[in-house]
């Protein structure tokens, strides 16, 4: 006879699971207890904001392919934790939030923090539901693995009542879940190479999740062998190692004017992975709707969304390694038409990564560059919402499979808590985040975490002393009328030295590297505050800029 509580942990561990992020509540006390007995196995981080501890388990779960699990109270701990909740079903991330609910016998009372946590949840998760029964956990729970990880992979809620954690049962536990993948059909990959070898203008596009180390190689042997243009999506541009020749950008948010028309000039569209959502297509602008100008080749594990918005010329359900596998092995085009062309897509993507002229001090493409020199090859860089990402994602040259991790659903306040979940799963690799002032604060007390875990992460807070996305809207649509996006400060350094970590503040472009050297030699966790200026809205324009064009539209 086991309590519920335990035996939910015995599932967790039988299905893999080595880390748990929590705000603990008094509602599911059981779970704790199983967690103590499992404390050499399946570790448990606590958090200091139940939203932080929901977005370290949707950045672990998007780090490692396995669900990432949270735990928290009813009422304002599940509200709290429904921002991860969110980003982990816009970015498909495999997850599993655990909620301590009201017990039985107090249900549908509007009892003490009570919410109907399935109804509450259903628009934003794969599955949401209530465990009522001891007996049935194992069967829950391993539903709950299987949801997360099949098909489109997702968030899962499940609702804890009290009451039922601390009763017994002989149940048996189930086994661990091993989740069939879609593969693609011999016809549907002779079908490519046919539309391939009658393109002239063709453009590869990866994103989306389910990919691997060995996935990201063989659509790298694709891609090489036909001498392929290769973009990345929104957010995902650690998909194919951007120092390769065949790399030309990514189709996201701020994208190169240049790289977004040759793909509306496209005459094949290979999207693998991705869903082709609003910030990848520039707001649907891209490719028209419902029936794309490009022929369109969509590969997508769910294929409820292939056809969702465009209707392709070529829809192809599979998982991302069996598609890659597959590709891998066509028969190369020979002497293709459009690799003439692939050195000057190549050229265009390095001119718009070129070092710009900004105002101030500091130039955060010479920091971004810097970074490139002497980090690892293999450091994981993190990022929440805002224009401070920019720098990141327009200077850096990600190396490959898993070093980038961000919210496709645009969430703030992501960037720390990923970082934390990243250098607890993997550390020995060095792990960066890039944070926005705004985007900090919303976070920042989880430096209490990275210092009583002893995670040494490297944390760059870029202040210019505003809500930067926000703003650069206003100074656009209502030019020199501020209103609600101007910020006060705390002294960051001092902030985080007031938990224990490092604290640096660099004003000059020149002061970067020795602060950078100073923190990596400390191994502790540490902020350097890059003081930026607050013109330095975009690489491409200034505050004074956007305001007189605004005007002019006025």
């Not at 660099?506 to 950078?516: G, I, K, S």
Request: aromatic letters at 8%; glycine letters at 8%.
């Amino acid at each position: 006879m086991r309590e519920g509580g335990r035996v939910l942990v015995d599932q967790l561990v039988l299905h893999g699971a080595k880390v748990a992020f929590s705000v603990p509540g008094e509602s599911f006390l059981a779970v704790l207890d199983g967690l103590y007995d499992h404390r050499e196995t399946l570790r448990l981080i606590t958090c200091r904001h139940e939203s932080s501890a929901a977005n370290m388990a949707e950045a672990y779960g998007k780090l490692t392919g396995q669900p990432g699990l949270c735990f928290v109270t009813r009422g304002p701990g599940a509200t709290q934790a429904s921002v991860g909740v969110h980003t982990a079903f816009q970015d498909s991330t495999p997850m599993i939030l655990f909620i301590g609910d009201v017990g039985s016998d107090f249900k549908d009372r509007e009892a003490f923090q009570e919410v109907d946590f399935q109804a509450m949840f259903t628009p934003l998760a794969k599955w949401a539901a209530r465990i009522d029964r001891v007996d049935r956990i194992p069967e829950y729970i391993a539903r709950a693995f299987n949801v997360a990880m099949s098909g489109r992979k997702g968030p899962v809620v499940l609702a804890l009542p009290e009451d039922m954690l601390t009763q017994e049962t002989d149940a048996p536990d189930a086994k661990p879940v091993r989740v069939a993948e879609a593969h693609p059909g011999v016809r549907d990959m002779n079908r490519l190479r046919e539309l391939l070898a009658a393109a002239r203008r063709p453009l590869v596009a990866l994103g989306g999740p389910g990919w691997s180390k060995e996935a990201c190689e063989d659509i790298r042997k694709f891609v090489e062998a036909n001498h392929l243009p290769v973009s990345c999506t929104f957010r995902c541009q650690d998909l194919y190692d951007n120092r390769l020749p065949n790399y030309v950008g990514d189709m996201g948010v701020g994208i190169n004017p240049v790289l977004a028309e040759r793909v509306r000039s496209a005459d094949l569209l290979v999207v693998a992975g991705a869903r082709l959502g609003e910030m990848t297509t520039s707001g649907y602008t891209l490719l028209t709707s419902p029936a794309p100008k490009q022929k369109l080749v969509h590969v997508h594990p769910a294929g409820e969304e292939l056809g969702r918005v465009y209707q392709p010329e070529l829809a192809i359900v599979s998982a991302m390694g069996p598609f890659a596998l597959a590709a891998s092995s066509l028969a190369p085009i020979e002497s293709p038409a459009w690799e003439k062309d692939i050195p000057d897509m190549r050229a265009d993507y390095e001119a718009w990564n070129a070092r710009k002229e900004i105002p101030g001090r500091l130039n955060m493409a010479d920091v971004v560059k810097h970074l490139d020199a002497v980090m690892p090859e293999d450091t994981i860089y993190t990022n929440g919402a805002g224009n401070f990402a920019t720098w990141l994602h327009r200077f850096h040259r990600y190396t490959g499979y898993r070093t980038a991790l961000g919210p496709t659903s645009g969430a703030m306040g992501y960037g720390v808590p990923a970082a934390l979940a990243a250098k607890i799963a993997e550390p020995d690799r060095a792990v960066v985040a890039f944070a926005g002032d705004g985007d900090f604060m919303m976070a920042g007390a989880e430096l209490a975490t990275a210092v009583q875990f002893n995670v040494p992460v490297i944390i760059l807070v870029i202040n210019n002393g505003m809500y930067g996305t926000i703003r650069m809207h206003q100074e656009k649509h209502y030019p020199g009328r501020v209103s609600g996006t101007e910020l006060q400060n705390p002294h960051f350094a001092a902030f985080a030295r007031s938990f224990g970590a490092l604290g640096e503040i660099v004003e000059d472009t020149a002061q970067f590297a020795p602060a950078l050297e100073r923190v990596r030699a400390a191994g502790k966790p540490a902020v350097i505050e890059l003081r930026l200026d607050p013109q330095a809205i975009t690489p491409n324009t200034t505050l004074d800029a956007l305001r007189a064009a605004g005007g002019k539209k006025k």
